[in-house]
């Protein structure tokens, strides 16, 4: 089926929803939206998301409105918060990005760097903004 096949609601509904997973990214990475579950903290819910980053490809520097708590399950690549020297990542390593916190992900390697992030971040703002 074709976009422009499309009621014009259900389109609207469809771009509104692909650019909330798209939120920060550049066009080499891609969040999957996995599951959403309120938590014990009021006004914040998680959001599990499959990460996958293209070989050289970079997130784009952006931050969440929440804590970011990830996994890596495959690949290589580096981790670049401000302030900080980057932080190389490769399969089995995990990592923490305080909510605000301005960072970037790279991929160093020559596969797709897949990563499972979990984020705890307020109801009802977008899981990730640009950053400047």
Request: hydrophobic share 45%.
């Amino acid at each position: 089926m074709r976009l422009t096949s499309l009621p014009r609601a259900a389109l609207a509904l469809l771009l509104c929803a692909a650019g909330a997973v798209a939120t920060a990214q550049s066009g080499a990475i891609k969040r999957t939206v996995i599951e959403r579950a309120d938590v014990s903290v009021p006004h914040r819910e998680a959001v599990v998301a499959r990460v996958e980053l293209a070989p050289g490809g970079v997130a784009g520097r952006h931050t969440h409105p929440g804590d970011e708590i990830s996994y890596v399950l495959e690949g290589e690549g580096e981790l670049l918060i401000d302030g900080a020297a980057p932080r190389p990542l490769k399969a089995g390593d995990a990592f923490v990005v305080p909510a605000g916190t301005v960072h970037d992900a790279k991929n160093t390697g020559a596969a797709t760097l897949r990563v499972v992030g979990v984020y705890v971040v307020e109801k009802g703002k977008p899981l990730g903004s640009p950053a400047e």
